[in-house]
């Protein structure tokens, strides 16, 4: 309920919601946190909390919540056992992720490995062409396709994908229920019978430039690996590729022509270290180097014997699959320091790793 609140406060954006919540212990905490309080927390300055106060005293929690579930909008949060796993290694992970459409859990616990495909609007035939053959080639592989849903490379990316019966996500730059562009109605909505659609944006957010470059984040991080098809000095794509980088996601690059402006980006990508698609055959094959995610075991270890009463209350709220820091002071049923001072006991016993995203998790 929190985790839609604070995503609904004006001013408070996927990285605040991370302060707040390792600030206070809880984002229920800090909701009902006085002013005072908030300006302690690192980027909540005099005037920006003001605004924050403001805002959060139109928001009503529960109410949100069962508005919300009335209007048959799904979602996931951090907290959630079923959010997507490599989105909680992010520094910026969706605090909210809307979704319609067929979920499949495999790809939300990594391991249906997701291949982010982007590139410019304005896409070439030599730049579609390819974004074809190449996203029906991973499709038949097994790989499922994360794109924007916008014109171009992205559109064509979503369309081979499906037209050879694979997986495919859009990620929207909108409300999860606004189509953009309208050109692409036929397209959303059966990516909304076949495939997957996300957004961190709450329902009726309307088209606007600013939303979609911090969409492209969330490309970044569900994939293993980003294309970068086609694109121009100052595209979009290029913000994608910028995240992959910083997410430490392998990039690819289909090379271009100095001739055509909209490979540009491409070249300069590739100047920087970026590899090279050379065919489908060999894309493949590197793709095939990507080190697999760890199979997860659901199943608790076993309690270490000799371990101090209150360390054994904290790790038994610890599974195995990721768990935030509020849930752990939720279930443990001790003061948010205490869990806190606990948790880095088992750190330095090397019972429990601390994931970003103030999220923990059991070693077995």
């Not at 974004?131 to 994360?146: D, R």
């Not at 979503?158 to 229920?177: M, Y």
Request: glycine residues 10%.
């Amino acid at each position: 309920m929190y985790w839609l609140a604070w995503s609904n406060v004006a001013g408070v954006g996927a990285v605040s919601i991370q302060r707040l919540r390792q600030h206070f212990g809880s984002l229920q905490t800090a909701w009902t946190a006085p002013k005072g309080e908030l300006l302690q927390v690192e980027g909540f300055g005099a005037k920006g909390v003001g605004r924050v106060v403001d805002a959060r005293s139109q928001v009503n929690p529960q109410q949100l919540l069962e508005t919300t579930a009335k209007q048959g909008f799904n979602f996931w949060t951090p907290d959630d056992p079923d959010y997507p796993r490599l989105l909680l290694e992010i520094p910026s992970l969706p605090p909210v992720l809307y979704h319609k459409g067929q979920v499949n859990l495999l790809e939300n616990q990594g391991q249906t490995p997701l291949i982010g495909i982007v590139g410019t609007r304005n896409a070439s035939e030599y730049g579609r062409r390819w974004t074809g053959k190449i996203s029906k080639t991973l499709a038949q592989h097994g790989f499922t396709i994360v794109s924007g849903l916008a014109a171009g490379i992205d559109t064509q990316a979503h369309l081979s994908c499906l037209e050879t019966g694979g997986r495919t996500i859009a990620v929207l730059g909108t409300g999860i229920d606004r189509i953009y562009p309208r050109s692409n109605t036929k397209l959303y909505h059966r990516i909304a019978q076949e495939g997957l659609i996300l957004s961190d944006y709450p329902p009726g957010t309307p088209p606007e430039g600013r939303n979609f470059p911090p969409r492209n984040r969330i490309i970044a991080g569900l994939s293993r690996a980003v294309l970068v098809m086609e694109a121009a000095r100052r595209s979009g794509a290029l913000i994608t590729a910028r995240y992959a980088t910083e997410f430490n996601r392998d990039i690819y690059i289909l090379p271009g022509s100095l001739d055509n402006p909209q490979a540009l980006g491409c070249l300069e990508l590739i100047q920087r270290g970026a590899q090279l698609i050379l065919g489908e055959k060999e894309l493949l094959e590197q793709l095939g180097e990507i080190p697999k995610l760890d199979q997860l075991d659901t199943a608790a270890p076993e309690l270490p014997p000799d371990l101090e009463p209150e360390l054994v209350q904290v790790l038994k709220t610890i599974p195995v699959t990721p768990i935030p820091f509020d849930k752990i002071v939720q279930d443990s049923q001790l003061e948010a320091g205490m869990v806190s001072g606990f948790l880095v006991q088992l750190e330095l016993l090397g019972l429990v790793t601390q994931l970003p995203g103030m999220q923990y998790q059991r070693i077995s």
